[in-house]
């Protein structure tokens, strides 16, 4: 088997088994297992998890421009501004004209935004605990610190201690 690939393997056992040795692999799997079953259980709030994401960051910082939103949560602009809008229509965010600039459009949570949030248990609740299932706290405690290494080496930081 190749160490380092050009390109993706074809279909296949050796794709496979190339696959299955890879932390990009997994950490994919683990992604999209945790985020469907984020969203089931969202789905009982009448939320998507993006959607979530947006009141959380309103929550942080009670007043946003999308560009500011759009960067926070590294989304698309359009995918913002149909996210917001959504709320909005929801009652769930307000959008106001901004004081310097009127063309910009400056998003807070609602009373009932807010009240939305305060019942909405957050992902950890949701599924973090069924996903660490079976570690043990020293096990729990080294893939914390591992992905945390991780993060920093995509990011360019050294580790941190």
Do not use: I
């Amino acid at each position: 088997m190749q160490s380092s690939l050009h390109g993706a393997l074809p279909p296949g056992p050796e794709r496979r088994e190339f696959l299955e040795t890879q932390p990009t692999y997994w950490l994919k799997r683990c992604y999209q297992a945790l985020r469907r079953s984020v969203e089931a259980e969202l789905r009982g709030y009448g939320l998507t998890l993006s959607q979530r994401d947006v009141l959380l960051a309103l929550w942080e910082e009670p007043e946003m421009d999308q560009t500011a939103l759009r960067e926070r949560l590294g989304l698309e602009q359009s995918s913002v501004s149909r996210l917001v809008d959504g709320l909005v229509r929801r009652g769930l965010v307000v959008l106001v004209p901004g004081t310097h600039d009127r063309r910009v459009r400056v998003a807070s949570l609602s009373p009932e935004g807010r009240d939305l949030l305060r019942r909405t248990p957050g992902s950890s609740q949701l599924a973090g605990e069924r996903m660490v299932a079976g570690l043990s706290r020293e096990e729990r405690e080294q893939l914390v610190r591992l992905l945390h290494q991780c993060a920093n080496n995509l990011v360019g930081k050294a580790e941190d201690g």
